[in-house]
């Protein structure tokens, strides 16, 4: 996973790193390398044309008429030895054949992730734990998209509680920034675990990524949701609108498949959503006794928690074990903490496979 | 522009289909491909007085590039030629001994923590 070509021995050297950026179609990855690279990124923006239709769905992204067929790649020159160079995966099924070369020798990837098709990115996280990749992922904070806290996705994500997941605005130059820091950083802290080895025998990230318990024996038919908004306490005890079923009609229109343990991750269309907000009980809202640790900032000033002036674009990074809310049965236990409860366990990815 | 030209309009696209330019070849000759960020150079200082006689004009323009080292990604860029045809134009040119590529990593290894340092200062200070 090295990625310096070069040693930079020498005057003038240079020492190339590059940073994949994946996520689900549509999830801005064209927006956020173009954020922060200095030279105009290779996009290679097509319409949407009707042989897309099918292929590239555009389940709430409906305003969405262009797609990026070529990678994406930006530029950021670090000194005049060092350069860091950014390329977007292709966010289409048929494109992945294209992963395996663009993560050959990355330091790390960011992964976007949309909240309103949160199951999009499914196949990012399992594409990078099991190529033990470091990465970090970032919510990205479309203006029309439910406000969810990181540590929900966290646990939709069934992510290791080592891996950063924060908050971030694609567009926003300071936002993409600190994204980027972060996965530094990431890179960074994970090293020690590098050299030693991976931290888990690759059998076990085979059969359940990180430290989560694999929950195959968990019916896995709403694994591919977040909790519907209107369930989830802490974002109807704020004045977010509450973001209509229409957000969530891409993953919800399918039935899910009958019991069927997700055979292959990669192929298959989101099973859908669940029912969700009744019958599987999340913490009421009533008396939203999480609010507080949970908060999310409204939209427009999201900058809230821990807030960094340098960062035009808002940010919350939410270090993974910090936030664990304390104990109140209530409450999902710990995201990352092993966790038995089916109904919990039924908001997981489905591990990889 | 006159009506005729119009199929010669930037936007038209490549007049020349872009595997033309490598005789129909979609990998390098010599079986290694070349890394996103491989980084290539001149061999010779002097390469830009050479005998370029024998060289296509995308080679020419590509040897232009490389007079300081650059990515393979950089070269694809300038060029606005597909990746796969810039593989193979590079991988022709180092077998010809006007380019070469310098030393990298092997995939196994890591940047020096020194390096990554350097990279995330570089960011904070963007």
Same mark, same amino acid.
């Given at each position: 996973?090295?990625?310096?070509?070069?040693?930079? %021995?020498?005057?003038?050297?240079?020492?190339?790193?590059?940073?994949?950026?994946?996520?689900?179609?549509?999830?801005?990855?064209?927006?956020?390398?173009?954020?922060?690279?200095?030279?105009?990124?290779?996009?290679?923006?097509?319409?949407?044309? %009707?042989? %897309?239709?099918?292929?590239?769905?555009?389940?709430?992204v409906a305003n969405k008429t262009t797609t990026?067929?070529?990678?994406?790649?930006?530029? @950021?020159? @670090?000194? %005049?030895?060092?350069?860091?160079?950014?390329?977007?995966?292709?966010?289409?099924?048929?494109?992945?054949?294209?992963?395996d070369e663009l993560s050959y020798g990355a330091l790390g990837a960011v992964i976007l992730a949309d909240t309103r098709r949160l199951d999009d990115c499914f196949p990012s996280v399992d594409y990078f734990e099991k190529c033990h990749l470091p990465f970090i992922v970032a919510i990205n904070c479309f203006d029309d998209s439910p406000r969810y806290d990181p540590e929900d996705v966290r646990v939709a994500l069934d992510l290791d509680p080592r891996v950063p997941v924060m908050l971030c605005d694609a567009r926003q130059l300071g936002s993409v920034k600190q994204v980027l820091v972060t996965l530094v950083e990431h890179v960074l802290a994970s090293r020690p675990l590098l050299l030693q080895g991976p931290a888990d025998p690759p059998a076990t990230i085979a059969a359940g990524p990180g430290t989560m318990p694999p929950p195959a024996e968990v019916p896995q038919a709403g694994s591919h949701a977040l909790p519907p908004p209107a369930g989830v306490p802490h974002t109807g005890s704020h004045a977010l609108p509450p973001p209509a079923g229409a957000a969530h009609t891409g993953p919800q229109e399918l039935p899910p498949p009958p019991g069927a343990p997700q055979a292959d991750p990669y192929s298959m269309p989101p099973?859908?959503?669940?029912?969700?907000?009744?019958?599987?009980?999340?913490?009421?809202?009533?008396?939203? &006794?999480?609010?507080?640790?949970?908060?999310? &900032? &409204? &939209?427009?000033a999201m900058p809230q928690a821990g807030p960094d002036p340098m960062l035009p674009g808002g940010l919350q990074v939410m270090p993974p074990p910090a936030s664990a809310p304390e104990a109140d049965p209530d409450l999902p236990p710990p995201p990352g903490m092993p966790d038995d409860d089916p109904v919990r366990a039924g908001l997981r990815r489905t591990p990889g496979n | 522009m006159p009506p005729d030209d119009k199929w010669t309009d930037r936007? *038209?696209?490549?007049?020349?289909?872009?595997?033309?330019? +490598?005789?129909?070849? +979609?990998?390098?000759?010599?079986?290694?491909?070349?890394?996103?960020?491989?980084?290539?150079? +001149?061999?010779?200082?002097?390469?830009?007085?050479?005998?370029?006689?024998?060289?296509?004009?995308?080679?020419?323009?590509?040897?232009g590039l490389c007079?300081?080292?650059?990515?393979? +990604?950089?070269?694809?860029?300038?060029?606005?030629?597909?990746?796969?045809?810039?593989?193979?134009?590079? *991988?022709?040119?180092? *077998?010809?001994?006007?380019?070469?590529?310098?030393?990298?990593?092997?995939?196994?290894?890591?940047?020096?923590?020194?390096?990554?340092?350097?990279v995330l200062h570089g960011l904070r200070a963007l």
């Open positions: 996973m090295g990625s310096a070509p070069s040693d930079g %021995s020498g005057d003038g050297l240079l020492a190339a790193f590059k940073i994949v950026v994946a996520g689900g179609f549509g999830a801005g990855k064209t927006t956020l390398v173009g954020a922060v690279s200095e030279v105009r990124p290779l996009r290679t923006e097509e319409t949407l044309s %009707s042989g %897309s239709i099918g292929l590239d769905d555009l389940g709430g990026t067929v070529a990678m994406d790649f930006g530029r @950021i020159t @670090i000194s %005049s030895r060092l350069v860091l160079y950014l390329f977007g995966t292709p966010g289409q099924e048929r494109f992945w054949f294209m992963w099973p859908a959503g669940m029912p969700l907000a009744g019958s599987h009980a999340l913490p009421p809202s009533a008396g939203a &006794p999480q609010a507080g640790p949970y908060a999310m &900032p &409204p &939209p427009a | 936007n *038209a696209g490549p007049v020349v289909r872009p595997y033309a330019l +490598t005789g129909g070849r +979609t990998a390098p000759t010599d079986g290694e491909i070349l890394d996103l960020i491989a980084i290539v150079a +001149t061999t010779d200082p002097a390469e830009r007085d050479g005998d370029w006689i024998d060289l296509s004009p995308e080679d020419r323009s590509i040897l007079h300081r080292p650059v990515t393979v +990604t950089d070269v694809a860029s300038a060029t606005l030629l597909p990746l796969g045809v810039i593989r193979v134009l590079l *991988a022709d040119l180092i *077998a010809r001994g006007r380019l070469s590529v310098l030393p990298q990593r092997r995939s196994g290894d890591q940047p020096s923590t020194e390096l990554l340092k350097e």
